[in-house]
């Protein structure tokens, strides 16, 4: 017999968050229901929230561990950042294979074997989320990549993921949301000049994918959403209450 099921599941959110530096994005997590911060950069030391300082891979996987076991009141479980993270497990897989760094194997066979413990990381996360009811959100800078489309001439600077090129697609696929942060500027023509001038920087939150940014999300939200630093944009406020499980 065939288990079919029906209608919209209550499940927690897996959350990208990354932008250029200073836009807010360790205060846009601090904004999510009760987190818990696994701190690698010490974003945090000038905030009012609850963290973990990790300094090591398998520091990290006993403390999850403890967490799967006993999560508290914790709600949301913040990696700040994805990047420096990667640089830990750089450090890991590279200590674990008698090598000084990942370039010492050869023919891109590091990155292979730090996208397979990423994968690894990134699916213990998923089972983890399911068994504690605790929503993931992980942090990341933003670098611009010279990106080249195979079928049409030319190339242009995109924002991506500053992690390794084996490990962003595999976050990307992992979350449920990745949202881009960014200052909204405008050029403007000054009267008798032909120089046009950057003004504006208000914050926004860019959800949806564009030739210039990767975004996505699955709660149907607007593209772009105001964000002022400290204040959680409503639309979002109302899909991650929306996907709180009580127990």
């Known amino acids: ?31 999510w229901p009760n987190p818990l911060f696994f701190d690698f950069e010490g974003g945090t030391e000038r905030m009012d929230v609850n963290r973990l300082s990790v300094s090591s891979y398998m ?16 709600k949301t479980l913040v990696f700040d950042t994805a990047d420096w993270l990667d640089k830990i497990i750089v450090k890991h897989i590279c200590s674990t294979g008698d090598k000084t760094g990942i370039e ?26 399911e068994s504690t009811n605790m929503h993931i959100v992980f942090l990341a800078h933003a670098m611009l990549r010279k990106f080249e489309q195979p079928d ?26 990745v949202l881009f942060f960014n200052y909204k500027t405008f050029v403007v023509t000054e009267k008798d000049s032909k120089k046009g001038k950057a003004v504006g920087g208000d914050r ?34 109302k899909v991650i209450k929306e996907n709180i499980i009580q127990i």
């Open 104 to 129: 010492d194997w050869g023919y891109g066979k590091g990155y292979t074997y730090l996208a397979e413990q990423w994968a690894s990381l990134l699916d213990r996360l998923t089972k983890f989320a």
């Open 152 to 177: 049409e001439m030319g190339a242009y600077d995109r924002w991506e993921l500053k992690c390794a090129k084996t490990v962003c697609p595999l976050l990307k696929e992992w979350a449920d949301t």
């Open 1 to 31: 017999m065939l288990n079919i099921t029906k209608g919209k599941k209550v499940k927690p959110i897996k959350c990208v968050a990354y932008g250029v530096e200073g836009v807010g994005k360790t205060s846009f997590a601090s904004l």
């Open 59 to 74: 520091e990290l996987n006993e403390i999850m561990a403890y967490l799967k076991k006993d999560p508290g009141d914790y």
């Open 204 to 237: 926004v939150i860019r959800t949806t994918h564009h030739p210039c940014w990767d975004a996505k999300n699955r709660f149907g939200l607007p593209e772009e959403m105001e964000y002022k630093k400290g204040v959680m944009p409503v639309e979002l406020e």
